[in-house]
C-alpha cells in the first residue's frame, strides 16, 4: 500500500511539473508572438536580441557557478526538467530558434512557425503521453503527430483565412501547413534540441509553401 500511494504521488508530482513546463513553453511564445506582431521588425529584432543574449548568458554561468545554478534551480523547479539542471535549459534554444526565424523570414511565416512552436508541440505531446500508444519514431507516436497535424492545419487555415492569404486554395495549403508542422515535430535532426530545430525546420519549409502557392 505504501508503494502504491508514493508511485501514485510520484506519477502526480511528475504530471503536475509537465504541465507547468508546457504552460510556460505556451505563454512564453504566445508572449513573443504578441511583441513581435505589434512593434516593428527592427525593434523586434533588437529586443529579440537582447532577451537571447541576456537569457544565453544566464544559462552559460550558472554552469560555472554552482551557487547560482542552485538559486535558479529552486526558482525555476516546476518548470525544469531533470536533465536541464546540468545542461542548457530548453528556453534558451526557444529563444535562438525564434531569433533565427525572425532574422530570416518574413513576419507570416515567423507567426505561424511560433505558434506551431507555442501550441502544437505541447499538444502532441500531452496527447502522446496520454494516449500514445503506437510508437513511430523514438519516443515519438502516431497519435501525438496526428495532434500536432490537426493543431498546426487548424492554426494555419485560420491564419490564412483572416489574413486573406491563398484563400483560393485554402484546404490544400491549410493540410500542407499541418503536415510541416507535424513532421517538424516529429523528426529529430541530430541531437539538436527541438525547440530550436522546430521554427527553423517549420520555418523553412513554410517558406516553400508560400513560394510555391503565392503566399507572399
Known sequence: MQFSLMTNYDFKTRSQVHTARKLWHSVGVLMIIIIYHNVNRSTALQLMSLATALFVIMDLLRQQLPQLN?????????????????????????????????????QSIVILSLLFLGFADPIASYVGILYGKDKILGNKSLQGTFAAFVCCSVIATLYYFFHNMMTERLLVVGVISG????????????????????????ASCLWGLFYLFGGF
Open 70 to 106: 542552485k538559486l535558479l534551480i529552486t526558482v525555476f523547479h516546476p518548470i525544469m526538467r531533470d536533465h536541464e539542471k546540468i545542461n542548457l535549459a530548453g528556453t534558451t534554444y526557444l529563444l535562438l530558434g525564434s531569433l533565427v526565424i525572425m532574422i530570416l523570414f518574413p
Open 179 to 202: 503536415l510541416i508542422g507535424a513532421l517538424a515535430e516529429l523528426i529529430p535532426i541530430g541531437k539538436i534540441d527541438d525547440n530550436f530545430s522546430f521554427p527553423i525546420v517549420s
